[in-house]
C-alpha cells in the first residue's frame, strides 16, 4: 500500500500551530515579569502547568524534527550510491533527536 503523506502533512501543520502557540504563551510570561533575575527565572519555570506543558511541546518539537529527517532523508538519500548511506543517515538522525529529547527533558524536569 503506498502512503501519499496526508497525515505526515496535517502532523507538521498542527505541531507549528502548537509551536507557535507555545512560543506566544512563553514570550507572555517572559514579558509579564516585574524583575529579571535568577530567582524569577527559576519560578517561572519550576511550575508544574508550565513544566508539563513544555515537555509535551518538546516531544512534539521532536516528532516533527523526526518526520522532517525521514523526509529529507527519502528524497536526497536515494541519490548517494553508498551502500547503506540511507540506514546510517535515518539512524544518525534518529539518535540525535532521541538524545536531544532526553537532554531536553533532563534539563525541565532534573534541574
Do not use: C
Not at 12 to 39: C, G, H, K, M, P
Not at 96 to 105: E, K, N, Q, R, S
Request: hydrophobic share 50%; charged share 10%; no cysteine.
Amino acid at each position: 500500500m503506498k502512503r501519499n503523506g496526508i497525515y505526515e502533512w496535517i502532523f507538521q501543520r498542527f505541531s507549528t500551530i502548537l509551536i507557535t502557540v507555545y512560543s506566544i504563551v512563553y514570550i507572555s510570561l517572559f514579558l509579564s515579569i516585574e524583575t529579571y533575575d535568577y530567582a524569577t527565572w527559576t519560578t517561572m519555570h519550576s511550575v508544574i502547568w508550565f513544566k508539563v506543558y513544555s515537555t509535551i511541546t518538546l516531544i512534539i518539537i521532536m516528532a516533527n524534527s523526526l518526520l522532517a529527517g525521514w523526509q529529507i532523508g527519502t528524497d536526497y538519500t536515494q541519490k548517494v550510491p553508498l551502500l547503506g548511506f540511507s540506514t546510517l543517515f535515518h539512524s544518525f538522525y534518529t539518535l540525535v533527536t532521541i538524545g536531544l529529547l532526553a537532554f531536553g527533558l533532563y534539563i525541565l524536569w532534573l534541574l
